[in-house]
């Protein structure tokens, strides 16, 4: 018999979902602990510097102070991240501060955080499943997520960044937008959902267009949902305002930006939900395609004002950078890559997200020809599916945002593999079922390509791998014990190592990865890259007292090793200026005193 609609977790469901987020909890935690005080909690760039804002909002900076004073040193930079994600993190940190000393505290919260969004990331995928799938796709629903290293890359102890975030709202918007199918109520979280996550960082407008789709195809298929599409329109153009008014002070309601929420993404929500206000108040055209081209004819126009209001949001966030940094920086970071490309240079993290990926879009797409009963809820995961493997496809990094969708279509395809096994056990459908899990358990197939990859001639893989297990120990905590006991001072570095300096130390650093900090980036490149004469200049202008270096950091191999008198090979023979005098002890990193 076919499961009865249930859509609430039992009490056996409950204990089993603590269980194993107790288990994978405690396994990440004691690796992390006992991994040697080589490998650094925090890092990634971001968490670093993420740490360094909590920090610095907790010790009194403003709510909407986004300036990091610290970088750009002696000017400062505007960050343009969300305080959303600051006040949680906020929070442990001072909790744990009232009875550990900082480093122990930042300790707690770097573990902490992430875990405990695990837990919530596994309720998620549960609950999702459940709404998809019903009880009998309960067990992949809730062990896949753990199965993947994408995902679990993400919900490490030192991810205190809001990418873990992100994923979570998108599952929200998911879950909510399936439930509204039966509830209308949850439309309205489905569209402040998919606000905040939008208001937290960009990598979440295929969210917003998603849910927008969803709602707006099920209006289509059924005319009669037409006020969820007024519920979810009101929510997310509301919810969009309040961000912003959350986001920025008062005198910068108006100014447009476009790598944070800002007017130019506001008035894209409010056009949206004005349409799907004006569309709920109207009489529903007859036909199907007459109600899509009518849904699309109003998309089309929302586009284009938003496009003749803020022309220069159309080529992006990065669309006002520097063309060279667009060029030269920008388009170097791998994670930024199309999959295609990540093939070469991340094989088992392009393969690992990728091949679940696809194959749960074949899946949910196979659901939704087989379950005519269940066909909206399944077009619902389809377009979250679709509209987030586009930016995977685009750039590798948005997986992240896909391979959780992916869970309930993996969930239905196990599902239907184990009931044609038990039907005829014999050894096809047997292969069918274990081949099921093995594609989308990520942890096996980056067994194979990883025991694969190995076996080849060094290549582009490989020295990716490379480059970044050897910058570890020059990020690690121990590696500036003698910078930190140094007095504050200015001081010039490789621009990846710039957050964990602020982070690590009392020092104001020239750069750090924040496409916003365009003038210390580019002196950055110049101070290693051109002539020691032009390196002093910029030491002269910026009044910097230190410079300080780490032979591992694959910026220290950068271009300006070709040019004879460039300082980065005078670095590198052991010949700096006479301007600088080594005053490094011991430890990975190299530090130079400006004498100017």
């Keep these: 018999m076919p499961d009865q609609p249930t859509f609430a977790l039992g009490r056996r469901d409950w204990l089993w979902l603590i269980g194993i987020w107790a288990l994978v909890a405690a396994t990440l935690a004691w690796r992390s602990l006992t991994q040697g005080p080589d490998v650094p909690l925090f890092l990634d760039t971001d968490d670093a510097m993420r740490m360094v804002v909590v920090s610095d ?17 002696p000017f400062g930079a505007e960050l343009h991240w969300s305080r959303l994600v600051d006040l ?3 929070a442990l940190l001072w909790f744990a501060g009232r009875f550990a ?7 707690i919260t770097g573990t902490a955080w992430p875990l405990l969004l695990l837990a919530v990331l596994l309720w998620l995928s549960t609950r999702t499943t459940l709404e998809l799938v019903g009880r009998a796709g309960l067990l992949p629903g809730l062990v896949l997520p753990i199965l993947s290293p994408a995902v679990l890359a993400e919900f490490a102890p030192g991810r205190v960044d809001h990418h873990n975030v992100i994923i979570l709202l998108t599952m929200a918007t998911l879950l909510a937008s399936l439930v509204a199918l039966r509830r209308p109520i949850a439309a309205w979280i489905a569209g402040l959902c998919a606000a905040a996550a939008l ?36 929510a997310l153009g509301g919810g969009l305002v309040l961000m912003l008014m959350l986001t920025r002070q008062p005198a910068r309601w108006l100014e447009a930006a476009c790598d944070m929420i800002s007017p130019a993404y506001v008035l894209a929500g409010l056009l949206v939900g004005l ?4 569309v709920s108040l109207l009489p529903p055209p007859r036909h199907a395609l007459w109600r899509l081209a009518l849904l699309g004819g109003l998309a089309c126009l929302c586009a284009t004002i938003v496009a003749l209001v803020y022309p220069q949001c159309l080529g992006g966030p990065y669309g006002e950078l520097d063309p060279w940094l667009q060029e030269n920086w920008i388009a170097a970071i791998v994670e930024a890559k199309p999959w295609h490309l990540s093939l070469v240079d ?13 194959l749960g879009l074949a899946a949910a797409a196979l659901a939704l020809w087989r379950e005519p009963h269940r066909r909206l809820a399944w077009l619902t995961l389809l377009v979250f599916l679709a509209c987030t493997t586009l930016i995977m496809l685009a750039q590798i ?6 391979i959780l969708p992916t869970i309930p279509a993996a969930a239905w395809l196990i599902v239907k593999a184990r009931q044609a096994y038990l039907a005829r056990r014999s050894l096809m459908p047997a292969i069918g079922l274990i081949g099921a899990w093995l594609v989308f358990s990520g942890i096996v197939l980056n067994l194979l390509v990883v025991s694969t990859v190995n076996l080849l001639p060094g ?7 490379q480059a970044r297990a050897s910058k570890m120990s020059c990020l690690a905590s121990t590696a500036f014990a003698d910078l930190r006991a140094m007095p504050p001072e200015r001081v010039m570095s490789p621009i990846d190592l710039g957050s964990h300096i602020l982070l690590e130390t009392p020092h104001a650093v020239v750069s750090a990865p924040y496409h916003r900090n365009e003038a210390g980036i580019l002196d950055t490149f110049r101070f290693f890259n051109r002539p020691a004469a032009e390196a002093r200049d910029i030491a002269t202008e910026r009044g910097l007292g230190l410079l300080v270096t780490c032979p591992e950091m694959p910026e220290m191999r950068g271009q300006g090793l070709n040019e004879p008198d460039s300082l980065l090979s005078l670095l590198a023979a052991g010949t700096p200026p006479g301007w600088l005098k080594d005053v490094s002890l011991d430890g990975p990193l190299k530090i130079y005193a400006v004498m100017l």
């Design 101 to 107: 000393d900082p480093a122990i505290a930042q300790l």
């Design 459 to 465: 290549g582009q893989a490989q020295a990716i791998s």
């Design 275 to 278: 349409a799907f206000v004006g």
């Design 88 to 90: 949680p993190l906020a």
């Design 397 to 402: 990094r948005g997986a992240r945002l896909a």
């Design 346 to 358: 991340l094989p088992a993290y392009a393969v690992t997200v990728g091949a679940p990926v696809f």
């Design 57 to 73: 909002f907790l010790n009194g900076q403003g709510w909407y102070d986004h300036v990091q004073h610290r970088l750009n040193t």
């Design 199 to 234: 208001s937290i960082a960009l990598e979440a407008a295929p969210v917003l267009i998603a849910a927008s789709l969803a709602f707006g195809l099920s209006y289509v298929v059924n005319p009669g949902r037409a006020r969820n599409l007024a519920r979810f329109g009101l």
